[in-house]
Every structure is written in C-alpha cells, then in structure tokens.
T-cell receptor, first 116, second 113 residues
C-alpha cells in the first residue's frame, strides 16, 4: 500500500533563511511520481514541484527544490530564501504509475510559519 | 488559460438537504478528480473520471454521494441527503492524460448544520 509520512506538524523559519520540509513515502511500485503542494490560508491547493521516480536529477522550480533520495524513500522539499508569503500548509503527495492512473495519496501536511 | 473552476465556493445547508457541487476542468484535460479534505482524515480521493467515465469510485463514502461527468467540461458531486459529518472542503482537480500534474480548483467549503 502507498503511504506518505510528514513528521513535522509545524515548522518555523526566519525570513530569508532556507527550510527543509520532510517527506517519506512507501510504495512497492517502481514507477511513481512525487509532488509537493502548497495550501495558503485562503484554502486553494497550489502545485509546487514534481519528481518522477526515474528522474536522475533532483527537481527544481525557482526557490523550490526536491531532495530525492530513492534508496531512503524520501522526497524532502527545500525552500530557499524564505518569504513571508511562504507561510502555509505544505503537502507531500505521490501517485503510482504501475496500476491505477489516478489518485494522489497525500501526507498530513506541515504548517510552515515564516517569521520576519 | 483558466484554471479548474469550482462552484460554489461556500455552501451552508441544513441536514437532510441535497447539495450539488460543480466543477469545470481545465480545457483539454481528460482526467478529473474529486477530493475531500477534513481535519480528521486529511485529503482523500472520492472518485475520478477519465474521458468522462468513472474509473475509481472506491473513495465515495456511501450511497448518499454520487458524481457525474456528462461532458468533458463539467462534473458534479451530489450529496443527498446531507449530514453534518459531510462538512468538509471538497476539491476538484484535473490532469492532462499525457501529463503528471493535477491542478486543483479553489475548493468548495461545505457546512452542513
């Protein structure tokens, strides 16, 4: 069965500092995708970054990078130069490509607070 | 390009009433997903469609919930009769068949009194 674990319910970071949000996953499939979404207080779900299981390089999108360690089954999100607008809930998610082409499995989320 | 559009954004209803949530996916996307978010259970898939056909509805909690996709640009999620435990945020998401990313709508916050 697929599972996503986010062990940090809440994190604080100083503005302009970097922060790492942890995510570990469990799957028996060889082909899968890992995602991070941001949910600000307004409630919408915003896609941030994607990593495929066969991608050899870590994904990067602007200030976001995904630290993918396949052997450890971890997919940590790194936010560089934190901004006040980064304060939000962050969800790690995965999907398996071997069977169903459908659902995302989400972790419980990490609430990030950026301090001025 | 417009994103996934959901309506209404907020819905307050009384127990026993019928509730209909609406979703317009991104044009050209052939997968559509309905998720529910609660404090207790987090984000969970209810049902998804491919080319307007329901593929997996194993997440639909019970017969009170039904979803349809009459065409490629419209889907509904109906709850009849509604109960207080249905109070949650309901998200619709869509994805292109050749892509990996699911794009979410803004969600509908449902409160059943």
């Amino acid at each position: 069965a697929q599972k996503i674990t986010q062990t940090q319910p809440g994190m604080f970071v100083q503005e302009k500092e970097a922060v790492t949000l942890d995510c570990t996953y469990d799957t028996s499939d060889q082909s899968y995708g890992l995602f991070w979404y941001k949910q600000p207080s307004s409630g919408e779900m915003i896609f941030l970054i994607y990593q495929g299981s066969y991608d050899e390089q870590n994904a990067t999108e602007g200030r976001y990078s995904l630290n993918f360690q396949k052997a450890r089954k971890s997919a940590n999100l790194v936010i560089s130069a934190s901004q006040l607008g980064d304060s939000a809930m962050y969800f790690c998610a995965m999907t398996n490509y071997g069977g169903s082409q459908g659902n995302l499995i989400f972790g419980k989320g990490t609430k990030l607070s950026v301090k001025p | 390009d417009a994103g996934v559009i959901q309506s209404p954004r907020h819905e307050v209803t009384e127990m026993g009433q019928e509730v209909t949530l609406r979703c317009k996916p991104i044009s050209g996307h052939d997968y559509l997903f309905w998720y529910r978010q609660t404090m207790m259970r987090g984000l969970e898939l209810l049902i998804y469609f491919n080319n307007n056909v329901p593929i997996d509805d194993s997440g639909m909690p019970e017969d009170r919930f039904s979803a349809k996709m009459p065409n490629a640009s419209f889907s509904t999620l109906k709850i009849q009769p509604s109960e207080p435990r249905d109070s949650a945020v309901y998200f619709c998401a869509s994805r292109h068949g050749q892509g990996n990313i699911q794009y979410f709508g803004a969600g509908t916050r449902l409160s059943v009194l």
